[in-house]
């Protein structure tokens, strides 16, 4: 996590850049924000301060905010408690270098004890302060530049990191370098940006560059960029491609927040995920699929990896995988996944679940997938990010950018494409006649209008909020399809409300957590009417005969839970494979709003981020 900003070009204008590049990059994390600023002069100037990037500014602006040259960083702390002293940049002790840093050097404390032998001192708790002093070292010991000391030193750096340097006394250059942590240049007219992502790069540039893992850049004024590979110092082929976002996307377009927006827009992203994907007989048609037959047919089993919300994705898609395919399919968190030994071959398929596409462990997973020989498939939402560059084949989900920290339209983007994947890999396999595929196919048409009609239920949703506003906890119970979909509405609560919620299977509910349910418990159940429908009754009686509060997530038109539950929230009816891209419109209401009743951020809830790029 950890978002990094960088500007070299005109005069005096890279703090407004920083500054707006980091308000983007905010999502990846809000511990402390910090600039370095290097003025026409030479003079390195360096504003930090604790929380919101705002807080920044408003420290920085009694400063000296000059320079055509600048570096910026948002952090989401992992070594050191967020303080100012924390905040990148760090300067080194001759106060030449300061460096922004988005990653963990593992071996931190090593290099550390080395550099005090030498007669460092070090102010701050963090392993990114260490990278800079050991530049600071190679580069007043070697006598060499400083592009040189940047390479030596990641050299002997362990871990992920993207780093940007700039140096007093020289406002014309700055060095930047990435391994496992993502880094993008943006190519101006007279002026270069680099970033996390492309956010704080749309709106000047559609002009970029993504930097490839062990790469380093050094953009220098007036001269051409050069690229180098930094274990061999070898030149880097620069492929400059276009970014396609807009500034629009990046704005919350009249609403209070952007996880609203993000909820109410899922009708139009689901739209445009689903574009050109289905064919007018019904047929699915997923290049990812048709590019690589022999992998699907050959295939003994799937394995679905991811973190967080995508994971909860990945446990819908074991569902439709099975249902369609016929083919045993397993679901792993990508950080059990990769330390767990994980038997792989040639005739398996990892398909990785990414919004961000940047997640450490989840591309730590498809590296090793990899290495074994399994066929490693990608779903992401970020265009170009590493997942996707780092994966045999994939499926976008083209949702657009997701900047509410609690994923909502990913979520529904990620099941959109998992059924069509599902699809496509039955129909290829055969194991789905074409009626089986045209009937689910037919309805993926219609979801678009579908969310539409479920978002009706929002003013609903908004009254009920007020009653549980103030329980203390939560129980989200569902069954098939739907069990997954309880655990993704109790994360969602959690994460934005900071209320104690569980996800679990209605039925297993009886095992354990029934024993928590009293009046001041309520239980959210996801009951449509699909196969397990008659089931789920008896585990909404056995709530109720505990005298929990129940608030059912029910099918329009049936009302017979209505004698039963305490409150009926109603969705549209559609395919059961399909119930839990509708049910969780309610159940992302339901958390949003408690969440601005309780007076909470819901766009940065605390402690979270958006792109996890730390193990
Ligand atoms: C973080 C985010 C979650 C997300 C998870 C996985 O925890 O806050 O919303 O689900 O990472 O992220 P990914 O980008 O890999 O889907």
């Keep these: 996590m950890c978002g990094i900003v960088g500007y070299l070009g005109k005069p005096d204008r890279a703090y407004d850049v920083l500054i707006r590049g980091l308000k983007r990059l905010e999502y990846r994390g809000y511990d402390s924000a910090g600039v370095a600023l290097v003025t026409d002069d030479g003079t390195l100037n ?49 106060g030449d270098l300061a460096l922004v840093h988005n990653g963990t050097i593992e071996n931190y404390s090593v290099l550390k004890q080395a550099l005090i032998e030498h007669g460092y001192e070090f102010k701050s708790e963090t392993d990114t302060e260490v ?8 580069h007043r010991n070697n006598h060499c530049s400083l592009e040189e000391a940047v390479r030596e030193a990641l050299l002997q750096v362990e871990g992920a ?17 990435r391994k496992s942590s993502p880094l993008v240049i943006g190519v101006g007219d007279g002026e270069t940006f680099i970033a996390s992502d492309g956010t704080p790069i749309v709106g000047y540039t559609d002009k970029v560059i993504y930097l490839k893992d062990n ?23 620069i492929d400059i491609q276009e970014l396609k976002l807009s500034v629009a996307q990046l704005e919350k377009g009249g609403y209070d927040t952007f996880m609203l927006k993000e909820i109410f827009e899922q009708p139009e992203t689901l739209r445009d995920c689903l574009r050109g994907r289905i064919a007018s007989d019904g047929r699915v048609v997923l290049m990812g699929v048709e590019m690589n037959k022999d992998k699907f047919l050959n295939a003994k089993r799937i394995t679905l990896v991811a973190c967080g919300t995508s994971w909860h994705a990945a446990l819908i898609g074991k569902r439709l995988l099975q249902d369609f395919c016929k083919i045993p399919v397993e679901v792993e968190y990508a950080s059990e996944f990769r330390y767990g030994n994980p038997v792989l071959d040639d005739k398996d398929i990892v398909i990785a679940i990414s919004q961000s596409g940047e997640t450490a462990d989840t591309l730590a997973a498809i590296q090793l997938a990899r290495q074994k020989g399994a066929f490693v498939y990608g779903v992401s939402n970020v265009v170009g990010a590493s997942i996707p560059r780092n ?53 993926l048409k219609e979801i678009p209008e579908t969310i539409e009609e479920t978002l009706k239920v929002n003013d609903k949703v908004e009254d009920l909020s007020k009653i549980f506003t103030y329980a203390h906890n939560f129980l989200y119970l569902g069954r098939g399809y739907n069990y997954p979909t309880a655990l993704e509405g109790a994360l969602k609560l959690k994460e934005i409300s900071y209320i104690h919620a569980e996800g679990y299977p209605a039925a297993e509910m009886k095992h354990g957590p029934i024993a928590l349910i009293d009046a001041e418990m309520p239980s959210v159940i996801i009951a449509p009417s699909d196969s397990l429908y008659d089931k789920i009754i008896s585990n909404v009686q056995q709530v109720k005969s505990r005298g929990g509060a129940v608030v059912a997530i029910v099918s329009k038109g049936n009302h017979s839970m209505e004698d039963i539950a305490d409150h009926c929230i109603e969705i549209p009816a559609v395919p059961e494979c399909l119930t839990p891209i509708i049910a969780s419109i309610p159940l992302q209401l339901m ?5 601005v009743n ?10 979270l981020a958006k792109s996890v790029t730390v193990e």
């Design 598 to 607: 309780k007076g909470k951020n819901v766009d940065q809830p605390r402690n």
């Design 131 to 138: 990278l800079v002093q050991l530049i600071d070292y190679i």
């Design 391 to 443: 994966t045999d084949s994939g499926t976008y989900i083209h949702v657009g950018p997701e900047i509410g920290v609690a994923s909502t339209k990913a979520f529904t983007g990620q099941l959109t494409v998992l059924t069509l994947l599902a699809l496509a890999i039955g129909q290829l396999r055969g194991a789905i006649t074409k009626e089986q595929v045209k009937q689910v196919t037919d309805a």
């Design 161 to 177: 990191y993207a780093i940007a340097v700039v140096e007093r006394g020289n406002p014309d250059r700055l060095v930047v370098a």
């Design 215 to 237: 790469e380093m850049a050094v953009i220098e004024r007036d001269k051409p960029l050069r690229i180098v590979a930094i274990d061999s110092n070898a030149p880097s082929e």
């Design 591 to 595: 958390a949003y709003y408690i969440a």
């Design 46 to 94: 360096v504003h930090k301060a604790q929380g919101k990037v705002s807080n920044l500014e408003q420290k920085a602006s009694l400063g000296d905010t000059r320079g055509a040259l600048g570096i910026a960083h948002t952090r989401w702390a992992t070594h050191g408690e967020p303080n100012d002293i924390n905040a990148h940049p760090h300067v080194s002790q001759s």
